[in-house]
């Protein structure tokens, strides 16, 4: 059922009505979409494992523009309808490709393991109908998708500790697996080509490798640049842009390359920490400017898994680099 809310400002909620976070936006039939996860209202404990985080469904979020009122399209896909999974909608995102819509999605499957999913509808609104089994050689989390400028399409995953990525650096689970040491490169995201028809993987996933300026892998102890989770990509003036969370140091920050599948060279933060433990976000270009969306916990106060969804203006210096938003201008 929809529900018609307030009209957003920069850096406050898109809606109060429910607890909404990790938002993939993007400019579909000449609206804006959000795409969050929903967080759960609960009392119970946080941990390292991302337990907190029991997200059962995904609502629809969508504006005219940015002097409209949000719209709550209502639940798009449910935890029962997706045979496969068992707990654990995370972070999504969607694509649009042979006139259909594609809600990509991370979910446990009944042994406990982190997969993605593919759902499509005919509508950027949904419902979503997902397919029958998890995409076959998918792990981990966070999976965000670029269709790119030739039609190629692209599925960048993978998230730490909670998001299990370091339990598959043999490639197979391995359920003790621990991340590399701190004087060892990070692990880098994975990146996969799509099927034409969206629904699988051509060939195996590939991890990402960010570097420095000279040309050096980010180390696993180089918390405020190394990869943690959260990835996303977009193309600004020929440049790939893979933006990511550090995790523990609560930073949105980018690095460029020239080529989808990377390499990327690291350039610097988007987003200082915010209110909360996580950061997740989505860049998107609406018209003439660029918007990122990001979630923070200031609706509850702080609680971790009680988060919600909000936007700023994203600007980028002549040089391609990007200026770091504040996320709480009205403090200063």
């Given at each position: 059922m929809k529900q018609q809310q307030q009209i957003p400002k920069p850096h406050q909620p898109l809606v109060t009505?429910?607890?909404?976070?990790?938002?993939?936006?993007h400019v579909y039939e000449g609206k804006i979409y959000i795409y969050p996860s929903h967080d759960l209202?609960?009392?119970?404990?946080?941990n390292d494992n991302g337990d907190q985080?029991?997200?059962?469904?995904?609502?629809?979020?969508?504006?005219?523009?940015?002097?409209?009122?949000?719209?709550?399209?209502?639940?798009?896909?449910?935890?029962?309808?997706?045979p496969w999974a068992s707990k654990q909608l995370w972070a999504p995102d969607a694509a649009y490709k042979n006139n259909t819509y594609y809600l990509f999605f991370?979910?446990?499957?009944?042994?406990?393991i982190f997969r993605l999913g593919v759902a499509t509808s005919e509508s950027p609104a949904g419902p979503f109908t997902p397919q029958p089994n998890y995409m076959e050689g998918s792990f981990s989390i966070d999976p965000a998708v670029l269709v790119d400028d030739d039609n190629q399409s692209y599925i960048y995953f993978g998230g730490l500790w909670?998001?299990?990525?370091?339990?598959?650096?043999?490639?197979?689970?391995?359920?003790?697996?621990?991340?590399?040491?701190?004087?060892?490169?990070?692990?880098?995201?994975q990146v996969a080509l799509l099927s034409d028809d969206m629904l699988s993987f051509q060939g195996k996933p590939v991890e990402i490798s960010i570097v420095d300026e000279d040309g050096n892998p980010i180390l696993a102890g180089d918390e405020d640049r190394r990869y943690f989770e959260g990835p996303w990509v977009h193309k600004y003036n020929g440049y790939y842009?893979?933006?990511?969370?550090?995790?523990?140091?609560?930073?949105?920050?980018?690095?460029?390359?020239?080529?989808?599948?990377?390499?990327?060279?690291?350039?610097?933060?988007?987003?200082?920490?915010?209110?909360?433990?996580?950061?997740h976000h989505s860049i998107v270009q609406v018209e003439d400017k660029w918007y990122l969306f990001y979630h923070d916990s200031s609706l509850s106060e702080?609680?971790?898994?009680?988060r919600c969804v909000k936007y700023s203006e994203l600007k980028y210096n002549e040089d391609g680099t990007i200026q770091k938003i504040n996320p709480y201008p009205d403090a200063d």
């Amino acid at each position: 059922m929809k529900q018609q809310q307030q009209i957003p400002k920069p850096h406050q909620p898109l809606v109060t009505h429910i607890f909404t976070a990790d938002p993939s936006a993007h400019v579909y039939e000449g609206k804006i979409y959000i795409y969050p996860s929903h967080d759960l209202d609960h009392d119970e404990p946080s941990n390292d494992n991302g337990d907190q985080y029991k997200m059962e469904d995904y609502h629809v979020l969508s504006m005219d523009s940015f002097d409209s009122p949000v719209v709550d399209h209502g639940e798009a896909l449910h935890l029962r309808d997706i045979p496969w999974a068992s707990k654990q909608l995370w972070a999504p995102d969607a694509a649009y490709k042979n006139n259909t819509y594609y809600l990509f999605f991370p979910a446990r499957d009944h042994d406990d393991i982190f997969r993605l999913g593919v759902a499509t509808s005919e509508s950027p609104a949904g419902p979503f109908t997902p397919q029958p089994n998890y995409m076959e050689g998918s792990f981990s989390i966070d999976p965000a998708v670029l269709v790119d400028d030739d039609n190629q399409s692209y599925i960048y995953f993978g998230g730490l500790w909670g998001g299990q990525l370091e339990k598959w650096q043999t490639g197979s689970f391995m359920p003790d697996a621990e991340g590399p040491a701190p004087d060892q490169p990070a692990l880098g995201p994975q990146v996969a080509l799509l099927s034409d028809d969206m629904l699988s993987f051509q060939g195996k996933p590939v991890e990402i490798s960010i570097v420095d300026e000279d040309g050096n892998p980010i180390l696993a102890g180089d918390e405020d640049r190394r990869y943690f989770e959260g990835p996303w990509v977009h193309k600004y003036n020929g440049y790939y842009y893979l933006s990511y969370s550090t995790g523990t140091t609560h930073k949105l920050v980018y690095a460029i390359g020239k080529n989808p599948m990377g390499p990327f060279t690291f350039k610097g933060e988007i987003l200082s920490p915010v209110i909360g433990w996580t950061t997740h976000h989505s860049i998107v270009q609406v018209e003439d400017k660029w918007y990122l969306f990001y979630h923070d916990s200031s609706l509850s106060e702080g609680v971790n898994h009680k988060r919600c969804v909000k936007y700023s203006e994203l600007k980028y210096n002549e040089d391609g680099t990007i200026q770091k938003i504040n996320p709480y201008p009205d403090a200063d």
